[in-house]
């Protein structure tokens, strides 16, 4: 399969945006940035910083989930600390990771490391973004989503929620572990829907 099937169109999209620089602004972060991709697509998103996060409650709920998927009890490591939450799960070889960023321009970031990950691993079709439907942003056709074959982790947007999954389970296939992760990321962005 080409690339560019597996990418569609809005990472390709991205790739030409990255003329225009991966970083931030140049001013300590002060300036407001959208996407460039975002507004090819006729989408704006103001990415100011939330209170969102996943809680000490929402990694329980999280921890419930994996272990039903894994079939093992795991130990909960909860950070549940805004701008940048985590919920860190772990049992019997199992390691699961769930991140949450919300500070100031999260979704830039998410579009940057998208285009990194093109930049720097094409052709290498284990270290591209493959979409994952049904996870990411809905205002912006179901496209921010990526799942990372060979690091066997999910990148997902939702407004200005930025979500990391990284999911390491003896003996499961990269299909079963991308299923897990976006049931994870479902999840934890319902979760994290409420500020505070």
């Not at 103001?46 to 989930?65: E, F, K, N, V, Y």
């Not at 894994?70 to 860190?88: D, I, N, Y």
């Not at 390691?95 to 990950?117: C, F, G, P």
């Not at 990411?136 to 074959?149: E, L, V």
Request: aromatic share 6%; charged share 20%.
């Amino acid at each position: 399969m080409r690339a560019g099937a597996l990418l569609g169109l809005p990472t390709l999209a991205l790739v030409a945006a990255a003329a225009a620089g991966c970083g931030g602004s140049g001013n300590g972060g002060e300036t407001r940035t959208t996407g460039t991709a975002d507004r090819s697509f006729g989408v704006h998103f103001d990415q100011p910083a939330s209170r969102s996060r996943l809680s000490r409650g929402d990694c329980s709920r999280l921890a419930r989930l994996a272990e039903r998927q894994v079939g093992r009890s795991l130990r909960r490591a909860p950070e549940p600390s805004p701008p940048l939450s985590r919920c860190h799960l772990s049992g019997g070889g199992v390691q699961v990771s769930v991140y949450l960023d919300a500070a100031y321009a999260a979704r830039q970031r998410y579009d940057n490391r998208m285009v990194e990950q093109v930049q720097f691993n094409a052709p290498d079709q284990a270290r591209l973004p493959h979409h994952v439907a049904g996870v990411g942003d809905p205002s912006a056709g179901d496209h921010y989503a990526s799942w990372i074959p060979a690091y066997r982790t999910l990148f997902a947007v939702r407004g200005n929620r930025f979500l990391t999954v990284a999911y390491s389970s003896p003996g499961r296939s990269r299909r079963a572990a991308e299923a897990a992760e976006a049931a994870l990321a479902r999840r934890a962005f319902r979760l994290s829907a409420r500020e505070g």
